[in-house]
């Protein structure tokens, strides 16, 4: 039995190590890592990976991958006597898994070729060294393509870091408050809503609770919904009340503005228990807010264009929460600043806006053909196959001007949103701050006091990026 | 440690085994005997004592998963160990691991092993098979698949306990974060016990139950007297193996994440989500190294009980 022991304490050891050893000494730049065919003359293989996958997230897009990009990409390439293989390596989970994902694959010197990810994360990736400037992967044909002249310089900085593109933007989102005429209309609501401070939020929020609607209003909250908490909750809420997160080069710390949100965040969740505060701290609670909304359970939804588009899109295998009936019974709105002329640049109401991108993989060992396979993936008639599925607000202004008049809720947010949006520091320090946002956050759903909460974001920023530059007046 | 082994009862021993022992009876001569253990030693070296040293390394960076520190960590010295060691969350974590051990593996997956086999031991066919293989299907199922099925159970708008309890709306994983994964590794545990007790209990002698039978021992004189001495040995391996398998158990992490709020993060579900979601690679290799301490620590406890046992039997 000693021997056993002495087998099992071995065997913990190793257990217990498991996670010391994942760590590893960065990428590795020899050619033979990773799998497919090293270069040469040989047929060559090219990887994407997306957080889409067929039947789940983001469908329509990985469908668009499969069908289109795919095929038309190796015969285009076919005819022009190359013969490339390209392909697709779908996720279908929540972001931060997705991040997680790839950062290991990157820092392990492996991972597809073409990589999708959010703008926000470009900053931490290119100063781990683990994304690189377009140019420098890709060669000189990235600063050749025309595609550029179509790309608004807002737009691309969405996937630049320190003035350097690091991949191609997939277009601007924005965010709106969205409402379910139904349950307005048995509430005694407006259907044409326009709420002008926050205080008619909460009005139509009691008048939908004494109508019976089990959540009134749904703002994201808690870390569980990650950088959904902030994007599509506290900071559009903050910028209502004139604070940006990072302004005059300092983060945002325990101030008054700030205090505004939380207090709102309290009355909404805990003092009028208008939205429901449990899920906010499910492990799924994004996903059920969705399934909630599409049953009409939900009043109001604080989401972007992305929810009306991939969640509750009526057609067929698009949608993870598919309304048959959302273009007669879902309307949106913009979303209201604290008070008239309360919000950032005077403005009377607010936006958020950020957007994905796809980047080229340092470690590809065909970057020159990778870079074709991008640009071919933002040509015009890719953008154009891919409406096909669903319209979304392409980074092309040739194509939105085209295409975007189909979709009134996309022409509402390209005309009504985007001129008055806002968008968060492309800084590598926002992923960490972001996450001390959203624990402010999960602290007063569950019932803790503003000021508490307050106190300890101030110092878990303080934490993150030192105190000199926190602005806690 | 064979030394100290065979110390234990040194009048047990033929003096001549002793020294035969200590010889070389292979008669293969230090240096090709080398040669047989190199591949073992090779191999311990690169998967144990390798990794081991690499994690205090580690542990000594600022090491991260993205950012400036990933592609150039830093030597912090000890910093990270005296942050973990002055950190609130971390002995919060290791207080609810300790609760999480205690409750879920000493006392629950033991008394619950031992109660079954004790029940079952003398039930034959059929009857026996079925109740068995039923326990033992909570172990045998993968971790994931066990996982969501709790989570099927539990879940708070369509969970069967939900519906049978009649509580709809109780998020169990939410309001009850602790007692939720503790339930959950009592069921996917017992069945290792159930299975060590069951041979225990097969291997006492009839002949001492019979004996105790006929002086008139109820059945809680004929446990205490004869069972449990006999099977000392038994509910020691399991209480080491299994203290060590459920502080070092990960599958929590499925259930609750740790959450919410941290309320459920033992201590390898704190590591992970401090390492690899939150990022501090360096941070969560230096708790890593202070998790595989108290490993040791528990281990050699054992050890020492399990001899102090042995010695004290003969």
Redesign the interface.
């Known amino acids: 039995m000693r021997r056993n022991l002495a087998a099992i304490i071995a065997g913990t050891a190793a257990a217990a190590l498991v996670l010391g050893a994942c760590g590893n000494d960065g990428g590795s730049d020899d050619p033979t890592d990773g799998g497919g065919d090293t270069g040469g003359d040989g047929p060559v293989t090219l990887t994407i990976t997306l957080n889409a996958i067929a039947g789940g997230k983001n469908a329509a897009e990985a469908d668009w991958i499969e069908n289109w990009v795919i095929p038309e990409f190796e015969a285009a390439m076919a005819a022009d006597g190359t013969e490339v293989t390209v392909e697709f390596e779908p996720q279908g989970v929540d972001d931060e898994d997705y991040k997680t994902k790839i950062s290991l694959d990157l820092q392990s010197g492996g991972g597809a070729d073409i990589i999708g990810m959010d703008g926000i994360w470009v900053g931490e990736f290119a100063e781990a060294g683990y994304i690189q400037p377009l140019t420098a992967v890709g060669g000189a044909a990235v600063d050749d393509w025309d595609g550029w002249d179509q790309i608004s310089e807002a737009v691309q900085n969405a996937l630049s870091f320190n003035g350097e593109r690091y991949g191609i933007p997939q277009g601007a989102d924005g965010r709106v408050l969205y409402y379910n005429k139904d349950l307005f209309a048995a509430a005694g609501l407006p259907e044409d809503w326009q709420p002008t401070s926050w205080e008619e939020i909460l009005e139509a929020g009691r008048a939908l609770a004494d109508s019976g609607v089990p959540i009134p209003l749904q703002i994201n909250a808690g870390t569980a919904m990650g950088e959904a908490t902030t994007m599509q909750g506290l900071l559009p809420l903050l910028v209502g009340t004139g604070a940006e997160v990072y302004a005059d080069d300092q983060w945002i710390g325990g101030t008054d503005e700030l205090r505004e949100v939380l207090e709102f965040y309290r009355t909404v969740y805990v003092d009028e228990q208008l939205g429901d505060a449990v899920l906010q701290q499910e492990a799924s609670g994004r996903d059920t807010s969705f399934a909630q909304f599409a049953a009409g359970e939900i009043g109001v939804l604080l989401e972007g264009d992305y929810f009306w588009r991939s969640v509750i899109n009526p057609a067929e295998g698009v949608g993870t929460a598919p309304m048959e009936n959302r273009d007669e019974v879902v309307g949106y709105t913009r979303i209201p600043a604290t008070e008239p002329g309360s919000g950032i640049n005077g403005q009377d109401f607010v936006s958020m806006s950020g957007g994905t991108g796809r980047v080229l993989n340092p470690n590809s060992e065909n970057p020159e053909l990778a870079w074709e396979l991008l640009a071919f993936m933002n040509s015009p008639e890719a953008f154009e196959a891919r409406a096909a599925g669903t319209l979304n607000i392409t980074p092309r202004d040739d194509v939105n001007a085209e295409l975007l008049s189909s979709d009134p809720m996309l022409t509402f947010v390209s005309d009504e949103v985007l001129p008055i949006t806002a968008y968060r520091p492309g800084l590598a320090a926002y992923p960490e701050v972001s996450i001390a946002l959203q624990e402010a956050t999960e602290a007063v759903v569950a019932g803790d006091p503003v000021d508490d909460a307050l106190t300890d974001y101030a110092d878990a920023v303080a934490g993150i990026v030192g105190e000199e530059n926190v602005n806690n007046d | 440690?064979s030394a100290t082994?065979t110390a234990a009862g040194p009048g047990l021993r033929r003096q001549p085994g002793r020294r035969r022992r200590a010889d070389d009876v292979a008669g293969l001569g230090r240096v090709r005997a080398g040669l047989f253990v190199a591949p073992a030693l090779a191999l311990?070296g690169l998967?144990?004592v390798f990794?081991?040293v690499?994690?205090i390394y580690?542990?000594m960076t600022d090491?991260?998963?993205?950012?400036?520190a990933?592609?150039n960590p830093e030597f912090v010295g000890l910093d990270n160990f005296a942050t973990a060691l002055g950190d609130d969350e971390f002995w919060h974590s290791l207080w609810l691991t300790l609760i999480f051990v205690l409750v879920s593996g000493v006392i629950g997956q033991t008394l619950l092993g031992f109660s079954v086999a004790w029940a079952l031991r003398r039930v034959r066919g059929w009857v026996k098979s079925v109740i068995e293989t039923l326990v033992l299907a909570a172990w045998v199922v993968p971790a994931s698949v066990a996982s969501f099925l709790w989570l099927a159970l539990l879940d708070?708008?369509t969970g069967t306990l939900n519906a049978l309890l009649g509580t709809e709306g109780t998020?169990w994983?939410?309001?009850y974060p602790m007692v939720a994964i503790i339930v959950f590794n009592v069921w996917v545990g017992t069945a290792f016990s159930m299975l060590l007790f069951s041979s225990a209990l097969a291997a006492v002698p009839p002949s001492q139950l019979e004996s105790a039978r006929m002086v008139g021992a109820g059945s809680w004189q004929q446990l205490r007297d004869v069972v449990l001495p006999n099977i000392r040995?038994h509910i020691l391996?399991n209480t080491?193996?299994i203290t060590?398998w459920t502080f070092?158990t990960f599958t929590p992490y499925l259930l609750?994440?740790g959450?919410?709020?941290d309320e459920s993060a033992i201590l390898a579900v704190y590591?992970?989500t401090t390492?690899?979601?939150g990022?501090q690679?360096g941070m969560?290799?230096a708790i890593?190294?202070i998790?595989?301490l108290i490993?040791?620590v528990i281990?050699?406890g054992?050890?020492r009980v399990?001899?102090a046992a042995s010695g004290g039997r003969r």
């Open positions: 440690m082994g311990i998967f144990l990794p081991a690499w994690t580690l542990g090491y991260r998963l993205t950012g400036l990933a592609a708070r708008r998020a994983l939410i309001e040995g391996t080491l193996l060590l070092n609750t994440a959450g919410p709020r590591i992970y390492a690899i979601p990022g690679l969560g290799a890593s190294l998790m595989l490993n040791l281990a050699l054992y050890l399990a001899r």
